[in-house]
């Protein structure tokens, strides 16, 4: 393994890392819900035992950004997925079993080392190389490869090898094999030089809160995130209980148009960007916008379903436009504590979409995507906003 990597760049050994860290986490996170009530847990524990754990990251994330700089983000990353392997192995043993305190500490312990890992691999690359192309490249491998994961879960689901019937805990320790395979090359990246300069965290924040750019940025992630959870964070069961699915009509249906929204991402960033970003982030959030107000007013089904397949397949399109212009004006030295505060604030929206989620989903999904669709509107508001702060700001330096 460390000859085959040795014949290619560090950021491209970031990439293959990247590779199987995103099939492992699509292909656990789309059986993660589904694993759940398997093990007796309803929707609304379910809801509440993610939001729970999205909100423990944030703490942790709090705690840690002391301590993250981009001499320690290898150290970080490799002991993230060290813990991550084993949370995933115990939830493996503990299935079936009628221990859910245990159950749901490793739930909590694996999304937080999923979610550190997250927010370190781009400023990993960024000591290495900074472009909004390559932003949006990182962004198109994890795509990519999580739908991949959702393939390999696709096509394993529900089989038989032998006396084996592969069932979600099977396709979970299938998961482990590929981070394992992350955790193997993030060890073998060497020679990596980086700013060993510590910047403090309350300097990065004053400095944020100086750029109202990033500012105003930094509070429509949290908005977009709220949106985007409340109305698709419990995709799986609103597929599977809500649309009558089974769960391999589910994997492939979110397998299909996974891919699809990664062609149309890869297209997007190469051909059908707009110059006109007001017109992009109109593509990329009113549409969606629309079609989640029409499901919720004519309250059918079948428009729900349209609109969450417009919503997944426009997701990885059009991030050179809507995050990357933001992120890369963060100079390299508060890259990484500024990552990090991004990182945590979009959990927080993230957190409470869950919550939101488990409430609306009682009285019915089209309730999903009307609170959705509510939140939208000042997601789109800010959004347009920082356009034309951007503009202006071009303006006046020419």
């Not at 759940?36 to 754990?53: F, H, K």
């Amino acid at each position: 393994m460390e000859k085959i990597l040795s014949k290619f760049k560090n950021e491209n050994k970031i990439l293959f890392m990247l590779a199987f860290f995103s099939i492992s986490k699509g292909l656990w996170e789309n059986f993660r819900q589904l694993w759940l009530q398997d093990n007796n847990l309803n929707v609304t524990e379910i809801s509440q035992i993610l939001g729970i754990a999205t909100f423990c990251c944030v703490i942790v994330l709090i705690i840690l950004a002391k301590q993250l700089s981009q001499d320690r983000i290898k150290k970080i990353i490799s002991i993230s997925l060290f813990i991550k392997v084993v949370s995933l192995m115990a939830l493996y043993l503990l299935n079936h079993t009628p221990d859910s305190t245990l159950i749901n500490l490793f739930i909590i312990v694996d999304t937080i080392c999923q979610n550190i890992i997250i927010i370190s691999i781009y400023p990993f690359i960024v000591s290495i190389k900074k472009e909004d192309k390559l932003y949006s490249k990182r962004k198109l491998v994890e795509y990519l490869f999580s739908d991949i994961g959702i393939l390999v879960g696709g096509m394993l689901i529900g089989r038989s090898i032998g006396n084996l019937l592969i069932d979600y805990n099977i396709c979970l320790l299938v998961s482990v094999v590929f981070l394992v395979l992350a955790f193997i090359i993030v060890i073998n990246i060497k020679n990596i030089k980086v700013d060993k300069e510590r910047v403090e965290l309350k300097k990065t924040i004053q400095y944020i809160i100086k750029d109202k750019i990033v500012f105003l940025y930094i509070v429509d992630y949290l908005v977009g995130n709220m949106a985007m959870n409340t109305g698709l964070g419990l995709k799986m069961l609103m597929l599977t209980n809500g649309l009558h699915f089974s769960d391999g009509e589910a994997t492939n249906f979110l397998l299909a148009v996974g891919l699809i929204a990664d062609v149309i991402g890869i297209m997007a960033l190469k051909y059908f960007t707009p110059k006109n970003d007001y017109l992009t982030i109109t593509i990329k959030f009113g549409i969606r916008m629309a079609l989640y107000w029409i499901a919720y007013i004519s309250n059918d089904l079948n428009i729900c379903l349209i609109a969450m397949t417009w919503s997944i397949l426009i997701s990885t399109a059009y991030e050179n436009i809507s995050d990357a212009p933001y992120i890369n004006r963060i100079r390299n030295e508060y890259q990484m504590i500024f990552t990090n505060i991004r990182y945590t604030i979009g959990l927080v929206g993230t957190a409470i979409g869950l919550y939101f989620a488990g409430i609306m989903y009682n009285f019915g999904i089209v309730y999903n995507l009307g609170l959705s669709a509510f939140i939208m509107i000042f997601q789109i508001g800010i959004a347009y906003y920082c356009i034309y702060l951007r503009k202006k700001e071009n303006r006046s330096k020419q």
